[in-house]
């Protein structure tokens, strides 16, 4: 019995996929390489090329490997892009995903495990944000995840193909092999860590005027080796016969972007400066999460949660591959 992982080339996908294979399951990655490397996926794992929309790949993989659950990562991840072009998100994050899942439920496979996100709930009423919170997405790239998330509902109430939502914050940090590297970057610890490396002259801060105590936006660092754990015994809770749930996963904790840059100067021990700009649309000004659910249902809780240790796991892998992927 194996667990199919679709995006596992790619930022956090690669480091569940190692999180899975060191807690003894059997592991097959599918991924288009479009945001992934192929170097983030050791040799020894199984490795598809290819769209997680294409059905009859799946139901080859499937037959192939007798897959029985499903992470699936897969996706585009920028929200400001997603407003620019949303039906390239619409067609990679949620028509692809029902096209995956009809395959994948013909062949037998009875749990899924999705990469939802924060952007469901919007601009938040109350924070911390629990899964109750109404979900109005302020941004296409949010609303793609929230459709898949009622479309998982109805494939349960239909077929019993049950699911773990699991709605990530601000995925961060590296282990000492796989880091994030996106072409272009979008995420402010990897920006902010190219001022040091001497990538970039200084970082850009999308509006300075939101109702925060400095201003800029707040999020919720959440390690990525926390997040894979996560996956982990999302796994095992479904296979235990748990029924279907949203869960968020974040550190219960926000900093604010110029919070997130004095960090990086501590850690890296250079001056960071900044470039004011105005506001970006579809950013919401603050999330954070309630993650207790998390720790009651799956019994998760983060284990890497100072903002400057996420800081310099991620500033150690920076300096090992400055160029990412491309120097291993
Ligand atoms: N990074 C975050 O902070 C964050 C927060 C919330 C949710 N998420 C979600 O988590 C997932 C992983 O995020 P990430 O940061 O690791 O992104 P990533 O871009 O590093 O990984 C996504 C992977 O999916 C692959 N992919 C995309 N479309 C595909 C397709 N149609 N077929 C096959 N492969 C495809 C890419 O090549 C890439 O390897 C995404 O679904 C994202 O929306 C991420």
Redesign the pocket.
Known sequence: MSVLV????????SVTVEALREAGESVIV????????RAAVAPSVPFYL????DAALLRSIAADHGVRQVV??????SVPESVQDPLRYFV??TA?VTAMLSALREAGVKNVVF?????VYGEPEQTPISEEHPKRPSNP?GLS?YFVERILDWIDAAYGVTHAAL??????GATAARG?D?HPET?LIPLVLQVPLGRRESVSVYGSDYPTPDGTCVRDYIHVADLADAHVRALRYLRDGGPSRKINLGNGRGFSVREIVSAAERVTGKLIPIREEPRREGDPSALVADSRLAGEILGWRPRCSAIEDIVRSAWDWHRSCPDGYEDR
């Open positions: 679709t995006g596992g080339a790619g930022y956090i996908g599918l991924d288009d390489l479009s945001g992934g490397h290819g769209d997680a929309g699936h990562f897969a996706g585009f991840i990679n994050n692809k990469s939802s996100t924060a952007a790239y995840k709605r990530y914050f601000n995925a961060s994030e996106h995420h």
